[in-house]
């Protein structure tokens, strides 16, 4: 019988994210520190790619007959360690006001997570800003991929979905290849201090198979900013970096326990 395969065989993450998020955006602080955070990373992350903005003004100018807009602004960059293929194994990405790891090959949370917060504690070293510009926010996102092994008009996600689950709207259990759920909610994290949680599950055709994708995001705003790297690793009232993470990654394990059938808990080692 047909039934969905998890992604990487022994789970199903297809992208992982750990980020930080500012008060304001860095645009300037970018331009002035990019080529430092470079060379930090140049042995993990050989691939240096810039992210310009460009400004435009439309209309006349009112004093000079001068040409305007067109000129690139460095707004941010990717670091990125490359596969044998050439595609992106992991990303660090500084962009506006969020600086974040991308995991496309993930090994196990405890591993991931050592090493996401290395090396944001060390790109935050190359740029010294947080007095003026404080850590607002925490974010981790999980991006799960579910391929059916069948032909795709024999897809539906009561194959793969508990019945009666509260993460995705019951009309979705029936509805074929084709359909998507959305929805938001707040739950405590560190003490009575919220967490946003947005989980955005869709399925469709991707390269000729159907295919279900588990998209959650988490953002915990920290009640106090944190405005040092060591407030952020050690916590002040709001909770470390790695107990934040921690936090997040077991409301995401919560979700897929009471999302997922127990024949596909038990394929990617999770116990319902």
């Known amino acids: 019988m047909p039934k969905y395969l998890p992604f990487a065989g022994k789970n199903a993450i297809a992208e992982m994210n750990i980020g930080v998020q500012f008060a304001t955006p860095l645009e300037q602080i970018i331009a002035q520190s990019a080529e430092g955070v470079k060379t930090e990373f140049a042995n993990e992350f050989p691939k240096f790619e810039p992210l310009q903005m460009f400004t435009i003004n439309f209309g006349m100018p009112q004093v000079s007959a001068q040409s305007y807009g067109g000129a690139p602004v460095l ?40 090493q996401a917060i290395s090396y944001i504690a060390r790109c935050l070293e190359k740029l010294p800003f947080l007095d003026r510009n404080p850590i607002t926010a925490v974010l981790l996102r999980y991006i799960d991929r579910f391929t059916f092994d069948g032909v795709p008009q024999e897809a539906t996600a009561s194959i793969l979905f508990r019945p009666g689950t509260k993460f995705v709207a019951s009309r979705i259990l029936g509805a074929g290849y084709q359909w998507h759920s959305n929805s938001g909610w707040f739950e405590p994290l560190i003490g009575a201090t919220l967490v946003l949680n947005q989980l955005n599950v869709s399925s469709g055709i991707i390269q000729g198979a159907s295919a279900v994708i588990v998209d959650h995001n988490s953002a915990y705003t920290l009640p106090k900013p944190y405005a040092s790297v060591g407030e952020l690793k050690q916590g002040e009232g709001g909770g470390s970096l790695e107990a934040i993470l921690d936090g997040q990654h077991r409301a995401n394990e919560d979700m897929l326990k009471n999302l997922l059938n127990q024949e596909m808990l038990d394929t990617i080692g999770l116990k319902g």
């Open 75 to 114: 707004s941010g960059f990717n670091l990125t360690k490359p596969k044998s293929d050439g595609s992106p194994a992991r990303v660090l990405r500084l962009v506006s006001n969020t600086l974040s790891v991308h995991f496309l090959e993930y090994t196990s949370w405890q591993e991931t997570k050592a």
